[in-house]
């Protein structure tokens, strides 16, 4: 699941001069226990209405005493003896408050700024402000075209380097409540994401990714967490299994995070590009991501995703991204059968015949072509053949895309043994 950023809190000024957080999306930086524990300590959620108010009170310092005629930010009513200050999440700017504005129990979900008039209510119980809500995508039909354009725009964008699954991704936008209860058993890994969740199904062989995105997101959060999203669904069908044993948590969703960073990036949507640099979700592991992409290219990251000997990268050795166990190239004989002994009958169905890699690349031998992720070629099928396109290689599988009629398919290698 995608990350937010720390602008989900709100922020006072504390009495020391420093900062308190109430961490109203606190699991985005600590994970799901550390947010369960942290709404139930602060107050957040059904408890924050109540007990909340007292913390909040406490937690609001008087900034300055002033006689004059100035008015809340928020309410537009004139000020009383004390002023307090907020911080808008949104704009990163301090507001002046009054009193009633200050212990307001309602805040806007984005901003964290109290909600008095002109704002929307969620069925979660969000509350969204007058200004925030035109940010919003709050039409899920809308929300979902969105989040199949990002997977369209990241199989253009990448499609030298990485090929995202297009017909077995199940997307569905659900409110908060039910994303957070949105849990799959299984013992794969799923995504825990506050604003996205995706976690990999099998039934009877057939692999399939449920995606749940967060309901009335801002549109380029939206955008960065399909992208999230869809990475993951991607990390599932091509990181081998033994791999993503090893592979750190943290170092899974920094890679999630950068390619969303990527296609931000091409997107020339600089807020959320930043937002993605300034949340805490991957410690550290998306800044470290970013620079070794920007070092040694996004085919040698994918390398260390899929075989690389460290569970996550480490600040200061970068460079260690090079450090990868490519799996061993099959028998040339592979190669030598092919060119000098006459091809083999042409099978009736599409059929894997073997996988092999280069130091920096796999190949999938389909029928009588050979393909690697991102090319097109011509299978013989019978007497006729099929225009085909290599979507994605796995550690036994290759994933193609019947260019004809648009099917997608997903061949397993079998041992012919
Ligand atoms: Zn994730
Ligand atoms: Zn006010
Ligand atoms: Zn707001």
């Not at 008015?71 to 949104?90: P, R, S, W």
Request: glycine share 8%; aromatic share 8%.
């Amino acid at each position: 699941m995608k990350k937010t950023a720390g602008s989900k809190s709100k922020v006072f000024q504390s009495a020391r001069g420093g900062v308190s957080f109430c961490f109203w999306f606190y699991h985005a930086l600590v994970g799901c226990d550390g947010m369960k524990q942290e709404h139930q300590r602060l107050g957040c959620g059904s408890g924050w209405h109540g007990g909340g108010l007292l913390l909040l009170a406490f937690l609001l310092v008087v900034i300055n005493v002033r006689a004059d005629a100035d008015h809340c930010a928020i309410c537009g009513a004139a000020f009383g003896e004390t002023i307090y200050t907020m911080t808008d999440k949104v704009t990163h700017k301090k507001i002046e408050v009054c009193h009633a504005c200050s212990i307001w129990p309602d805040d806007c979900y984005l901003c964290g700024l109290p909600v008095r008039k002109n704002f929307t209510k969620l069925a979660d119980d969000r509350f969204i402000c007058a200004r925030d809500v035109k940010s919003e995508v709050l039409d899920s039909a809308e929300a979902l075209q969105i989040c199949t354009e990002i997977r369209d725009g990241l199989n253009r964008h990448l499609s030298s380097f990485m090929a995202f699954p297009e017909t077995n991704v199940d997307v569905r936008v659900v409110d908060r409540i039910d994303l957070l209860a949105f849990k799959i058993p299984g013992n794969d890994y799923g995504c825990p994401n506050i604003l996205g969740y995706i976690s990999p199904e099998t039934n009877q062989g057939e692999v399939r990714y449920p995606l749940r995105l967060m309901s009335a997101l801002p549109r380029a959060q939206l955008k960065a967490t399909c992208a999230h999203e869809y990475t993951h669904a991607w990390v599932f069908q091509n990181v081998p299994g033994a791999r993503r044993k090893t592979l750190g948590h943290d170092a899974h969703e920094g890679f999630c995070e950068l390619i969303a960073y990527l296609l931000m990036e091409a997107q020339h949507e600089p807020a959320e590009l930043q937002a993605i640099l300034d949340n805490g979700y991957t410690r550290g592991q998306v800044d470290l991501f970013v620079e070794a992409a920007s070092k040694y290219g996004l085919n040698d990251v994918i390398d260390w995703m899929k075989y690389g000997e460290d569970a996550e990268l480490k600040a200061g050795e970068v460079w260690r991204v090079r450090n990868v166990q490519m799996p061993p190239r099959p028998p040339a004989t592979n190669t030598v059968n092919l060119t000098a002994s006459p091809p083999p009958a042409a099978p009736d169905t599409l059929l894997l015949r073997s996988l092999s890699a280069s130091p920096t690349r796999a190949f999938a031998l389909i029928n009588d072509v050979t393909l690697a992720v991102g090319e097109t070629g011509k299978a013989h099928i019978g007497s006729s053949n099929l225009l085909i396109r290599c979507l994605a290689i796995g550690a036994d599988f290759v994933r193609i895309r019947i260019e004809t009629s648009g099917e997608e398919r997903e061949l397993r290698y079998k041992n012919s043994r």
